[in-house]
């Protein structure tokens, strides 16, 4: 089963800010936070990833709380083309085999 | 530029045939892994190899099978064992204690009719 807990949709008003929440209660102290999106049809593409600090890139940024059991992802001004179902992994290395579960269904309209 | 190609994109083949579906990147990664995904599910884990010459079974492994004989290549076998073979087909790579994530091919969408 997957490590992670995520809602199954959400929907953003294009322009506004997008955030995505994940649970993972059970995140050891040595695993990763990993974010990934899947555009319908596609293969998934790696967003960003984290330990404890937050995290920001040119795609998003990723606020992980003080107690790790948590993590948001943010698309800060979301637009139709971040319409995608997006995945939180947590993952000692990427070279762990991780697992995916469902994921978020982000729509975004507009 | 370097990425990881998957092909075909399709493929249509008849109940009872094997099929291969064909991986290869050019990112000098070390470990490779390939993922069914099924409409409206997560992605879930049918082999990785972590260095040439070996493999690993993933979750779903019955009906499949792999061979690593080149760092580059990591192709996958659907056999007429597998009892629900219609499904999309990811391979992914990464490096040895690389931190940036996967890299995901784009895809192959099987189709057994």
């Known amino acids: 089963d997957a490590k992670t807990t995520q809602p199954p949709s959400m929907d953003c008003a294009e322009g506004r800010a997008a955030n995505l929440p994940c649970n993972h209660s059970t995140i050891s102290g040595n695993e990763y936070v990993y974010w990934y999106r899947q555009i319908h049809s596609q293969g998934p593409q790696y967003i960003i990833h984290?330990?404890?600090n937050n995290e920001t890139n040119e795609m998003a940024s990723l606020i992980i709380t003080e107690d790790r059991k948590s993590s948001t992802l943010i698309l800060p001004h979301a637009t139709l083309r971040d319409t995608a179902v997006y995945y939180c992994i947590v993952s000692k290395t990427s070279y762990d085999k991780v697992i995916f579960g469902p994921g978020t269904s982000l729509s975004v309209i507009p | 530029d370097g990425g990881i190609t998957q092909s075909p994109k399709y493929l249509f083949r008849k109940e009872g045939q094997n099929v291969t579906l064909s991986c290869e990147q050019n990112?000098?990664?070390?470990?490779m892994y390939w993922y069914r995904q099924d409409p409206g599910q997560g992605l879930r884990l049918i082999y990785y190899s972590q260095i040439v010459n070996d493999f690993q079974k993933g979750d779903i492994a019955e009906g499949y099978s792999v061979s690593r004989e080149k760092k580059e290549s990591f192709p996958l076998t659907v056999t007429s064992a597998q009892k629900n073979p219609t499904a999309f087909y990811l391979c992914a790579s990464t490096k040895t204690g690389g931190l940036n994530g996967y890299t995901f091919g784009s895809g192959t969408r099987l189709t057994v009719v």
């Open positions: 990112l000098n990664h070390d470990a």
């Open positions: 984290g330990l404890k």
